[in-house]
């Protein structure tokens, strides 16, 4: 014969609110650091124009390993650089009752980000000095793995525990332990509106002219905020409110 297993106790119900027996206390941490920028992306837009499709492509292309191999020379300064859109697309205009092709345009998108700021001057500069290309930037920021991301959140829940410490001395009582620790948004910003620099223009595309180093421009960075906010809730030991 086989005896039935007598039941263990319940377990006690869950309160998410707190009970008389134990309070909880919810409070909200907040932080609000500045930092000096550690990158600036910049985007350049190089374009082509002509009224042979594969000129132009050949153009954009020729345009293309020139702004790269000016940027590679940077070597380490150039933490990243990619390649966007790339487009070809014809200029249609009206001819009697049908329609032909005036002209094709090319562009290409590039993106570079950079570490060095005093070279960051110089390399907008000689970029915006080619032939139809266009600079826009700099977006200064923090890298995603910056230290000051952390200093913030730590920062958040100190000033958390500090709340929560406080609530429980005014009621002469103390905190227990900790039931719910939510991170609700970290926040970095202002970037820099970006300005942006515009190369000569012309009609169709063609050899580069030689031209002497453009100025380094002066860039100054823009200082980074860093804002973090934690909700904690602990659970109090009750208080004596008589």
């Known amino acids: 014969m086989t005896e039935t297993p007598t039941p263990g106790p319940a377990p006690a119900p869950h309160h998410p609110y707190g009970t008389p027996t134990t309070p909880h206390v919810t409070v909200r941490g907040e932080a609000h650091l500045e930092a000096d920028p550690e990158i600036a992306h910049i985007t350049i837009t190089l374009t082509a124009r002509g009224t042979d499709r594969r000129t132009t492509l050949d153009d954009l292309t020729h345009r293309n390993t020139t702004t790269l191999n000016l940027i590679k020379t940077y070597?380490?300064?150039?933490?990243k650089l990619e390649t966007g859109t790339l487009a070809i697309r014809p200029e249609l205009t009206r001819h009697g009752r049908a329609e032909r092709i005036r002209a094709y345009?090319?562009?290409i998108q590039l993106t570079a980000t950079i570490s060095d700021f005093t070279a960051l001057g110089e390399i907008v500069a000689r970029l915006a000095d080619q032939d139809l290309t266009r600079i826009d930037g700099p977006w200064w920021a923090l890298r995603p793995t910056s230290p000051h991301?952390?200093?913030?959140?730590?920062?958040?829940v100190q000033e958390a525990l500090q709340r929560a410490r406080e609530y429980a001395e005014a009621l002469n009582t103390r905190l227990g332990a900790l039931l719910e620790l939510s991170d609700t948004g970290t926040h970095v910003g202002p970037h820099m509106t970006p300005a942006a620099f515009s190369a000569r223009t012309r009609s169709f595309g063609g050899a580069t002219e030689a031209a002497p180093d453009a100025t380094p421009l002066d860039l100054e960075p823009v200082r980074q905020s860093v804002d973090a906010q934690v909700e904690a809730s602990f659970t109090l030991v009750p208080p004596n409110l008589g």
């Open 149 to 156: 991301h952390a200093a913030a959140r730590r920062q958040a």
């Open 105 to 107: 345009h090319g562009s």
């Open 75 to 79: 070597g380490d300064t150039i933490e």
